[in-house]
């Protein structure tokens, strides 16, 4: 072997385990809202028990991040994204707490709707693209913002979702490949029409396929596109008012069936043709949390009007499922409460337990195969949550909207571990990746890692 071989040899050893140690596993990523399929759960990821924003410790690094999102971030890799949008008028204040105003902030300032991509390990931002410019389509309730749906990737495109602004995807060097323009998508209270409170139903990938969910003012729909070239799929009415539920995705043994929450059409659809699966209607008449997928049951919550029902729903499921009046099961409906589901948050699957945490802070814990109830708790001291809980290794995290986050002990007993504050208004749900557990803020987004 010559000298000039010898070295191509080694050279072309060094691209292999260069290239080995870039591979990522697909399922350890938070690659969407609330992470793998929803799920709001990743275990062995090494965080950190406290941290402190003043003095630094535990804290990578904080990132500004202009205007105003409610989005969460994601995790793929080494890369983290997030939107917003920002307003040429600074109109970018939120108003936080448990109140019943139903108005509309009155903004008519351009906005720009942008996608930002930062180093996980330094905050630095990597590339960030402006989506679209110009006044918004819609309005936003004074606790919303014109960037609430958390973006999707799969580690080689990611999409972002902006409503009536449209759905974008982009390569993950930042590369617009396609976009697409559905019209105003309309999210406004359904008994008052002008109460217009913004889009905020977040896409899912899966198997290289975008998947929407659009329950809006008219024409609602829920669709699939190729993620590639943004090819619709298949699209499918919905006769549903406007909600703000993001979708999910689960296997019945012999096929993928996208599953969606609603208050007239709750149910399942055939991934592959979106032929309806099931359905159900009743429930809370504004719907906001996602489905969660168990080992054999899909779980379902909701708020606001009559009743606010917690619902756990065999995977086997087909038909119309709809219960009668205070019935709480039947067929496929395994168990249901008909009080006590929450208004903002998705619930938190972990091990055997299904935890329900409400917009007051109250925590309910429930048998997740029986639905008894096990403990109901209030965590921590504050006035509003709207984030939904996460999990890793053994400890619930809540963010309260003053930026308190509660650390509570998993399992049948309630225990409050710790209480570490961000110093900031947090309407966001958290994301985690391995040493990292990430918060995005009013302002900013804040990595929290012992690994610095």
Same mark, same amino acid.
């Given at each position: 072997?010559?000298?000039?071989?010898?070295?191509?040899?080694?050279? *072309?050893?060094?691209?292999?385990?260069?290239?080995?140690?870039?591979?990522?596993?697909?399922?350890? =990523?938070?690659?969407?809202?609330?992470?793998?399929?929803?799920?709001?759960?990743?275990?062995?990821?090494?965080?950190?028990?406290?941290?402190?924003?003043?003095?630094?410790?535990?804290?990578?690094?904080?990132?500004?991040?202009?205007?105003?999102?409610?989005?969460?971030?994601?995790?793929?890799?080494?890369?983290?994204?997030?939107?917003?949008?920002?307003?040429?008028?600074?109109?970018?204040?939120?108003?936080?707490?448990?109140?019943?105003?139903?108005?509309?902030?009155?903004?008519?300032?351009?906005?720009?709707?942008?996608? %930002? @991509?930062?180093?996980?390990?330094?905050?630095?931002?990597?590339?960030?693209?402006?989506?679209?410019?110009?006044?918004?389509? =819609?309005?936003?309730?004074?606790?919303?913002?014109?960037?609430?749906?958390?973006?999707?990737?799969?580690?080689?495109?990611?999409?972002?979702?902006?409503?009536?602004?449209?759905?974008?995807?982009?390569?993950?060097?930042?590369?617009?490949?396609?976009?697409?323009?559905?019209?105003?998508?309309?999210?406004?209270?359904?008994?008052?029409?002008?109460?217009?409170?913004?889009? #905020?139903?977040?896409?899912?990938? /899966?198997?290289?396929?975008?998947?929407?969910? @659009?329950?809006?003012?008219?024409?609602?729909?829920?669709?699939?596109?190729?993620?590639?070239?943004?090819?619709?799929?298949? &699209?499918?009415?919905?006769?549903?008012?406007?909600?703000?539920?993001?979708?999910?995705?689960?296997?019945?043994?012999?096929?993928?069936?996208?599953?969606?929450?609603? %208050?007239?059409?709750? $149910? $399942?659809?055939?991934? =592959?043709?979106?032929?309806?699966?099931?359905?159900?209607?009743?429930?809370?008449?504004?719907?906001?949390? #996602?489905?969660?997928?168990?080992?054999?049951?899909? !779980?379902?919550?909701?708020?606001?009007?009559?009743? #606010?029902?917690?619902?756990?729903?065999?995977?086997?499921?087909?038909?119309?499922?709809?219960?009668?009046?205070?019935?709480?099961? !039947?067929? /496929?409906?395994?168990?249901?409460?008909?009080?006590?589901?929450?208004?903002?948050?998705?619930?938190?699957?972990?091990?055997?337990?299904?935890?329900?945490?409400?917009?007051?802070?109250?925590?309910? @814990?429930?048998?997740?195969?029986?639905?008894?109830?096990?403990? #109901?708790?209030?965590?921590?001291?504050?006035?509003?949550?709207?984030?939904?809980?996460?999990?890793?290794?053994?400890?619930?995290?809540?963010?309260?909207?003053?930026?308190?986050?509660?650390?509570?002990?998993? $399992?049948? &007993? !309630?225990?409050?571990?710790?209480?570490?504050?961000?110093?900031?208004?947090?309407?966001?749900?958290?994301?985690?990746?391995?040493?990292?557990? *990430?918060?995005?803020?009013?302002?900013?987004?804040?990595?929290?890692?012992?690994?610095?």
């Amino acid at each position: 072997m010559t000298k000039s071989t010898f070295l191509c040899f080694l050279t *072309l050893i060094a691209l292999f385990f260069t290239a080995c140690s870039q591979q990522v596993d697909p399922a350890r =990523q938070w690659s969407m809202y609330r992470g793998n399929f929803v799920s709001g759960v990743l275990d062995e990821a090494n965080l950190p028990e406290s941290w402190n924003i003043e003095t630094g410790e535990n804290i990578a690094w904080i990132a500004e991040i202009p205007g105003l999102g409610h989005s969460c971030p994601i995790v793929w890799g080494d890369k983290v994204f997030v939107t917003t949008a920002v307003s040429e008028s600074d109109s970018s204040e939120i108003k936080t707490g448990i109140y019943g105003s139903i108005g509309s902030v009155p903004d008519a300032s351009v906005h720009q709707w942008e996608v %930002y @991509c930062l180093d996980k390990k330094s905050g630095e931002i990597k590339w960030k693209q402006t989506a679209c410019s110009g006044i918004p389509e =819609q309005k936003r309730h004074p606790m919303s913002s014109h960037a609430n749906c958390t973006p999707a990737t799969n580690g080689k495109y990611v999409v972002a979702f902006f409503g009536s602004e449209g759905l974008y995807c982009y390569d993950m060097n930042g590369k617009l490949q396609w976009e697409k323009d559905f019209g105003v998508l309309k999210s406004n209270f359904f008994l008052v029409p002008d109460a217009e409170w913004e889009f #905020s139903s977040s896409p899912l990938i /899966y198997k290289n396929v975008v998947i929407i969910q @659009c329950d809006v003012h008219e024409n609602s729909f829920v669709a699939a596109f190729d993620l590639k070239t943004g090819k619709e799929l298949w &699209k499918q009415e919905r006769d549903e008012y406007p909600g703000w539920c993001t979708p999910n995705i689960y296997s019945d043994g012999e096929r993928d069936i996208v599953t969606v929450n609603g %208050y007239k059409h709750r $149910g $399942g659809y055939d991934f =592959q043709t979106g032929e309806e699966v099931w359905r159900m209607s009743g429930g809370g008449d504004i719907p906001i949390p #996602s489905p969660v997928v168990g080992e054999n049951l899909v !779980y379902f919550n909701s708020a606001h009007g009559k009743v #606010s029902p917690i619902l756990a729903i065999d995977k086997e499921a087909s038909g119309d499922l709809t219960l009668a009046e205070d019935e709480t099961s !039947y067929d /496929y409906v395994k168990w249901a409460k008909l009080r006590g589901g929450a208004y903002m948050g998705t619930m938190l699957l972990y091990g055997d337990y299904l935890y329900n945490a409400r917009w007051n802070g109250n925590l309910t @814990c429930y048998n997740a195969s029986t639905g008894e109830e096990i403990y #109901s708790e209030k965590v921590g001291h504050g006035n509003s949550y709207t984030s939904s809980p996460v999990a890793s290794d053994g400890i619930i995290y809540i963010v309260d909207n003053d930026g308190v986050v509660y650390q509570v002990k998993a $399992g049948e &007993k !309630y225990e409050l571990l710790a209480e570490n504050n961000l110093n900031e208004v947090c309407m966001s749900t958290p994301a985690i990746a391995e040493d990292y557990l *990430l918060f995005r803020t009013s302002r900013h987004l804040i990595a929290v890692s012992a690994n610095k």
